[in-house]
């Protein structure tokens, strides 16, 4: 198969990339605009594959996509470029709209166009994928309720509001016009290559370094925390296996609370770094509760019995596997992690971007 995955030198992304190129036989089209948080550097190790091919295109502008469908003739899209920090949504909530709707928007139509143009056994094997998260069902107050694929939606952030509606857009193109479309929906995800805003590998610097670790309101907000590389497999086996005009939930099965979360990270780098920073006796001196996020979800939990079910898919990871791991490779991998702190990472695309230009322009 040839597989376009849009917003692969994001976080999940680049594990997608990843996961196709190192255990799968198929050719990768990277599609993605390279925002702050697009990092080329996440694929270094697949960077020189014949198989991987990138291109720096905006998912908002159509000419360039037409020509990258035309010219590579997917067999499938996964559509991920999205932007995603809620707080970011709060402060700026423009940009979500622009990628996350008009984006959506205009991939849709390339891909509808491209699709229309196949036949046969061609136009029948297409997907499109559309990668979303659980944040578009709201919160749950309980401790006991899931989320599930019929969970009415009710997003509370210009983030989730924007994934809300591009998962409506992406509905109403199968049903309207016949696209075959997939959904999926995800819970928190992390693992390696994770840019440092997020919580975990924030927390993990910022440790490292002896700044406050912070936590919003008393931290007792709840996640259910999925290893990155666990829904890369499970992104993979939607694509190829799962059913069009489905939705799948995604999850880790691992609520913890956010607070619960950072003093884990606090333990594992007591034993493993016990050299700590700036006097103190714990890494977990270090946390710090700051004002609470403007409409912040209490809980969120995801049911991923249907994806089990009908796919056979389940996490390899628990939360305590996962987690350790983590924390090692952000040891382990400091360089990446300066690149992105001193803004290198932004630098070395330069001459990327300028082979990938040319290239989708052919």
């Known amino acids: 198969m040839k597989i376009l995955v849009t917003g692969g030198a994001g976080f999940i992304g680049s594990a997608v990339v990843r996961e196709i190129i190192n255990h799968t036989n198929n050719i990768v089209i990277n599609v993605d605009k390279l925002t702050y948080a697009g990092n080329l550097e996440s694929l270094d190790s697949i960077a020189n594959s014949d198989r991987y091919h990138f291109?720096?295109?905006?998912?908002?502008?159509?000419?360039?996509?037409?020509?990258?469908?035309?010219?590579?003739?997917?067999?499938?899209?996964?559509?991920?470029?999205?932007?995603?920090?809620?707080?970011?949504?709060?402060?700026?909530?423009?940009?979500?709209?622009?990628?996350?709707?008009?984006?959506?928007?205009?991939?849709?139509?390339?891909?509808?166009?491209?699709?229309?143009?196949?036949?046969?056994?061609?136009?029948?094997?297409?997907?499109?994928?559309?990668?979303?998260?659980?944040?578009?069902?709201?919160?749950?107050?309980?401790?006991?309720?899931?989320?599930?694929?019929?969970?009415?939606?009710?997003?509370?952030?210009?983030?989730?509001?924007?994934?809300?509606?591009?998962?409506?857009?992406?509905?109403?193109?199968?049903?309207?016009?016949?696209?075959?479309?997939?959904?999926?929906?995800?819970?928190?995800?992390?693992?390696?290559?994770?840019?440092?805003?997020?919580?975990?590998?924030?927390?993990?610097?910022?440790?490292?370094?002896?700044?406050?670790?912070?936590?919003?309101?008393?931290?007792?907000?709840?996640?259910?925390?999925?290893?990155?590389?666990?829904?890369?497999?499970?992104?993979?086996?939607?694509?190829?296996?799962?059913?069009?005009?489905?939705?799948?939930?995604?999850?880790?099965?691992?609520?913890?609370?956010n607070i619960d979360v950072v003093k884990t990270i606090c333990a594992i780098l007591d034993e493993l770094k016990p050299n700590h920073p700036n006097g103190i006796k714990q890494y977990a001196d270090l946390i710090t509760f700051v004002t609470d996020r403007p409409g912040h979800d209490y809980r969120y939990a995801i049911d991923a019995s249907k994806i089990a079910n009908t796919l056979n898919w389940r996490p390899e990871e628990t939360f305590e596997s996962g987690i350790r791991k983590t924390v090692i490779w952000y040891l382990e991998n400091q360089a990446w992690c300066r690149n992105i702190k001193d803004g290198s990472y932004a630098r070395v695309r330069a001459g990327i971007i300028n082979r990938s230009t040319e290239e989708s322009k052919q």
Request: with cysteine.
């Open 55 to 257: 291109a720096q295109v905006d998912i908002c502008d159509r000419e360039a996509l037409d020509k990258l469908f035309t010219h590579y003739q997917p067999d499938a899209v996964m559509h991920l470029a999205a932007e995603s920090h809620v707080d970011r949504s709060i402060d700026g909530p423009a940009a979500f709209i622009e990628t996350n709707i008009i984006g959506t928007y205009t991939l849709l139509e390339a891909a509808r166009h491209y699709w229309n143009s196949l036949n046969g056994e061609d136009k029948e094997r297409f997907r499109f994928h559309h990668i979303s998260t659980d944040e578009v069902y709201g919160d749950l107050h309980g401790t006991q309720d899931l989320f599930t694929e019929t969970t009415p939606y009710a997003p509370s952030s210009p983030y989730s509001a924007s994934k809300a509606s591009s998962d409506h857009l992406v509905r109403a193109w199968h049903r309207t016009y016949g696209l075959p479309t997939i959904v999926t929906n995800c819970s928190n995800n992390y693992g390696p290559y994770h840019f440092p805003e997020k919580l975990i590998p924030l927390t993990i610097l910022n440790a490292l370094e002896g700044k406050p670790l912070p936590v919003y309101g008393d931290g007792s907000q709840i996640r259910d925390w999925l290893y990155v590389e666990d829904h890369a497999r499970a992104l993979y086996k939607v694509v190829t296996e799962g059913e069009v005009g489905e939705t799948y939930n995604i999850g880790g099965h691992n609520e913890r609370k």
